[in-house]
Nanobody, 124 residues
């Protein structure tokens, strides 16, 4: 089993920045493809970004490309999502997800483990 714990959410004004963190345990971290998803009220959970186990490949949703950076520290068993130039439409619960091995994936069903989520609220 893999346990994921997100942190770093909060309330920020439009144009501001936040860095989300997700600490993983229960499996060798470098074997995990890590992803970030988000879910706004009344909407389906959607892909935000993903990174391979080595950190060598990343992929972003068009909605955050150029404004967000996913990274990881395999020494700290942690994946990060740096979000800049935040917009009110970025408001959502952000979830960390893990998939064992493979390349980056962008759909909910591809991931095996999920965190509890962290709320990000962007005020206009």
């Amino acid at each position: 089993q893999v346990q994921l714990v997100e942190s770093g959410g909060g309330l920020v004004q439009a144009g501001g920045s936040l860095r989300l963190s997700c600490a993983a345990s229960g499996r060798t971290f470098r074997t995990l493809v890590m992803g970030w998803f988000r879910q706004a009220p009344g909407k389906e959970r959607e892909f935000v970004a993903a990174i391979t186990g080595s950190g060598g490949s990343t992929y972003y949703a068009d909605s955050v490309k150029g404004r967000s950076t996913i990274s990881r520290s395999n020494a700290k068993n942690t994946v990060y999502l740096q979000m800049n130039s935040l917009k009110p439409e970025d408001t959502a619960v952000y979830y960390c997800a893990a998939k064992i091995y493979g390349g980056v994936r962008t759909t909910v069903d591809d991931y095996d483990y999920w965190g509890q989520g962290t709320q990000v609220t962007v005020s206009s």
